[in-house]
Structures are given as C-alpha cells and as structure tokens.
C-alpha cells in the first residue's frame, strides 16, 4: 500500500478554484467485479484526482486496495487487481472536502462490525459530521480517520437493529447534507441518495449483476445497461441469495422531500457525455452557451472556449450568435494537478503549461472567451493577458453561470467566500477591469435553470441546488456556526 503524504497548498495550477468531488462504483455477484470496478474509476476520474480505492470480497474475506494518486497510476497494473478477488466490490475516486489528504482517509473506509465486515464509500459532504463525532468521540469511539465518512461507520456499529441494512439506515438517518453512498458486506451492495439528492447515483446492470456509480460514463466504459437514476431519499438493497440469484430491495426510509441536484454538476463536475437527472449534460452546457449569447450579445469575430470546461457552452454561443468557433486555446492534458516547483520564477512558468494561445485564430481579431464559470478569477486574468500577448484587438469574457458569491458544503471543494471574485469586486464592470476584459458578462439565473430543466427557477421551491449562486443552501449547516468552515477540515485538529 501506498505512504501517506501531503499534497502543496500553494500549487499554481490548481489555484483555489472549484474542485472535482468524488465518484463511487459498486457491483454485486460479478465474477470481475475488482476490474470492473477498476474501469468504472477510470471513467469516473475526473471527480477526483488525490486517491483511489477498491474493497472486494471473495466468499471468506474482504480485501482491498487503497491508493494515493490516479486510478491509472495502480489499476492497471494486473497484479494489483489479483489482490482484490471476489465477486462484490466498491471503489472510490477521491477529492477531500473533509479530512486531510492522508492514506487514512482513502475510501472506501471499512471496518469489522458484529455482523461482519462493512466497507462504504461517499461522494458528498455531511452538514453534521463533525457535530456527531464529537458526540461519538465523547462516548468512547476512537475515530482512525479525519474523515465525515467514517461517522457513519460508528453509527452503523452502534445502532440496535438487527440487519446490516437496517443498521446502515439508521445511520445514514442521522446524517445531514449531501451524499451518494455506497456500502458492501459479505452479501451485499447497498446505495443510498440523500434525500434532497444532491449528489447524482445512477443504477446501471451488467451480465444481469447489478451496478451503482455516480455518472452514467462508468456504465457505459464497461458496456453496462443504464436502468435508473437512484432517487433522491432512496436506499437500494441488493443481497446475493443462498441459491445465487440477486434480490433488489428499494425503500425510501427518510420523509419525502422534492429532489434539488446540484446544478454545478451541470456547470462543471459531471462529464459532458454523461446523463445525469435524465439530461445529456453536453447539451445543457451547449444550452448555457446559447441562453448567454441571447442575454449578453457581442460584437466579435470569433468565440474561443477556454477549455476544457468552457467548451460545450462556447459552440452553444458560436452556434446561437452566428460567430465562427475556433481553438484559441489549446490545453495540455498532460499537465497534472501536482506540479510543484521551488521558485516563484519556475512556478510562473508553469501556469503557462496548462493553457497556450493559438496566435493564428487570434492575431488581430476581436475574441469573446467563453468559459463555464469564474471562482477566484485566476484563470481569466492570466487567460485574457496571453490572449491580448497574442495579438488579440478586443477581448469579451461570457460566463455559462451566474457569479458565485456562496461556499459549497456538499462535497465540492470551493475557496471561502472573501476569495471568491465576485466577492471582492462592488460589480461586473470593476471585475472585468480587474481581469483586464473590454467587457464581462454571466448567465442569469433564470438562464441557467432554462437550460438545464427547461424553466425558470420557481423561488417558492427551486428545482436544483444553487446556494454558490443565491445563497438558499437545500439543508441547514450545523458544523458551521455562522463562521466560515475550512473545506479541508481537520477534525482531530477541530477536536483541539
Ligand atoms: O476563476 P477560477 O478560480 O480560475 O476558476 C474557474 C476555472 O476553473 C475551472 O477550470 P479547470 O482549471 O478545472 O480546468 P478544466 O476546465 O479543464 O476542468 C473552470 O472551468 C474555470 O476555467
Ligand atoms: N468530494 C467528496 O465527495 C468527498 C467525500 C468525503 N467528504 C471526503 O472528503 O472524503
């Protein structure tokens, strides 16, 4: 197994935008499951980049494999997947929210309870996870992680029902926030969506063996049906029985309450080829990048996508204003998220390596940029000096998403509020000067939710989770305290 170590803080690649979250993948009663599991982490890679996992169990005991670092970095290599035999297995691609990033808190977690051996797996972030592991940490338990995740292997450990799925439910119950879960046993496979559903989980199914993943692209990697969207509130047991065939058991143990999922998922996190809530998630970006162009106009001779994220929303934009598309910018995918350098000067030269100006589509040409969203603001203003470098005689930013003014506390790792941009600025005009744009402009609210479901947001009860954009948070936040939360919480340093 791999050492623990700390990742930079002050890396000049990764900044302090939004980052990726998590995505899980689980199969039951599969005689590839550690493989096929391994696969549907490659797919799902782009919501987390620090660490990867992968519980299995083979009839007699679990094993697993946990790893910092990208799932192709470990999981291919087939000596690796030999250690995870078995025929049930959950994996997991992570981007802390809480917790440092250490080996311990790698998922899946596992422990051995009084039934048996239970391993979990969560894409999320709990509202009231540290409130509870100060409750459980008083009564006796002695956490091994810093991470929410592991609260709810106390809970399961503690309740008083007698089957593993009851105890998960009790467990998860208790829990507040955002989550999409996965939890295995000896027999077992169980998914879970927080009742708002913040977080997407999808039910797929391979050689007639049920699968769990965050986004429809890990089913399609292995050639997997898509059968349903988990919903929003909603437990999935599937438990191999004595004659092996696989019983599905759905309930919805919590109160009903209308699905809001994150929109940001939309915006940024989920990959374009994935449908998540039943929509093609490239086509609502394209849609972003048509409602821009009717609100916020421009005159201009060619539209550039700052990629990769800006690119859908961009051909929306040329497509819907009629001005030509062309790759201004050119990204290199070969730049990770780590690259650390000791001097200031070398570092500088690094944020060069992420994005290069394609001078022959921009030399003496009026560009509107189209990216999907600004947190901070770090990759306009270097974006837009290497455009106007590059012989540029007019630079427009359009944004696919309204400003952020609001931190996530539901699995996105977002900078506090003063850092973000539309934070620091009294209002578009000052921000775009600061960035050093002719002109600055962001999709309305209104623009987003028309492209994503079709209509305009209903105040009395919104269709999606948008708190970064209104400030409406979907559940209340009572690890916060009115102050603001490090979204790298260390609990053990919180505990003091
Ligand atoms: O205003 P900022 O703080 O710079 O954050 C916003 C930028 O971050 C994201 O891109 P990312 O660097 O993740 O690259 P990607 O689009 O290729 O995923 C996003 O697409 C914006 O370009
Ligand atoms: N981004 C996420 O979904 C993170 C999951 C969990 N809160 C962790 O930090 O490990």
């Known amino acids: 197994m791999n050492q623990s170590h700390s990742f930079p803080i002050d890396d000049p690649l990764d900044g302090d ?13 599969h005689p590839d499951a550690a493989a096929l599991t391994a696969l549907g982490l490659h797919a799902l890679q782009h919501r987390g980049q620090e660490a990867a996992g992968i519980v299995s169990f083979d009839g007699k005991r679990f094993y697993q494999e946990r790893h910092m670092g990208l799932v192709g970095d470990h999981y291919t290599n087939p000596m690796t997947l030999a250690r995870l035999p078995g025929s049930i297995a959950i994996g997991h691609t992570r981007y802390s929210t809480t917790g440092e990033v250490a080996m311990r808190n790698v998922q899946p977690l596992f422990a051995e309870l009084e039934e048996g051996g239970i391993a979990v797996a969560h894409n999320g972030n709990f509202t009231n996870g540290l409130t509870l592991r100060r409750q459980i940490i008083a009564t006796g338990a002695i956490c091994q992680s810093t991470s929410d995740t592991e609260v709810v292997l106390h809970l399961i450990a503690r ?120 929509r093609n998630v490239y086509t609502t970006r394209k849609n972003m990048g048509m409602n821009l162009a009717k609100e916020s106009p421009v005159d201009a001779d060619v539209v550039v996508p700052v990629p990769d994220g800006g690119t859908p929303a961009a051909l929306g934009y040329a497509q ?74 007019e630079v427009h930013i359009r944004v696919a998403s309204p400003m952020i003014f609001f931190p996530d506390f539901y699995g996105i790792d977002t900078p506090d509020a003063d850092k973000l941009l539309a934070n620091q600025y009294a209002d578009v005009e000052a921000m775009a000067k600061y960035i050093g744009a002719d002109s600055l402009a962001f999709l309305s609210i209104n623009g987003l939710y028309r492209a994503v479901g079709g209509e305009d947001r209903n105040p009395a009860r919104p269709q999606f989770t948008d708190h970064y954009f209104t400030g409406d948070y979907p559940t209340r936040l009572l690890d916060k305290n009115g102050e603001s939360m490090g979204n790298k919480l260390s609990m053990l340093a919180s505990n003091g």
């Open 17 to 29: 935008t939004l980052h990726e979250e998590c995505g899980v993948f689980g199969i039951l009663g």
């Open 320 to 393: 819907e204003s009629g001005i030509p598309f062309e790759y201004g910018i050119i990204r290199n995918h070969y730049v990770g998220r780590t690259f650390i350098e000791p001097t200031q000067q070398i570092r500088a030269f690094g944020v060069k390596l992420k994005h290069s100006a394609n001078r022959a589509m921009i030399e003496g040409k009026r560009v509107v940029l189209v990216d999907d969203s600004i947190v901070r603001g770090t990759t306009s203003l270097k974006i837009v000096q290497m455009i106007r470098e590059a012989g540029a005689r």
């Open 159 to 278: 309740s008083r029902h007698a089957s593993t799925s009851d105890r998960f439910i009790d467990a998860i119950r208790q829990m507040e926030g955002g989550y999409s879960m996965l939890a295995m046993t000896r027999t077992k496979l169980i998914a879970a969506r927080d009742p708002t559903g913040i977080r997407p989980l999808v039910m797929g199914e391979l050689d007639g063996k049920p699968i769990f993943c965050s986004e429809t692209c890990a089913l399609d990697i292995i050639g997997a049906k898509f059968i349903r969207d988990v919903e929003n509130g909603e437990v999935i047991i599937c438990e191999i029985q004595a004659d092996g065939s696989i019983s599905v058991d759905a309930r919805k143990p919590s109160k009903p309450q209308p699905e809001r999922l994150c929109l940001f998922e939309y915006v940024y996190f989920a990959r374009p080829d994935s449908v998540v809530g039943g």
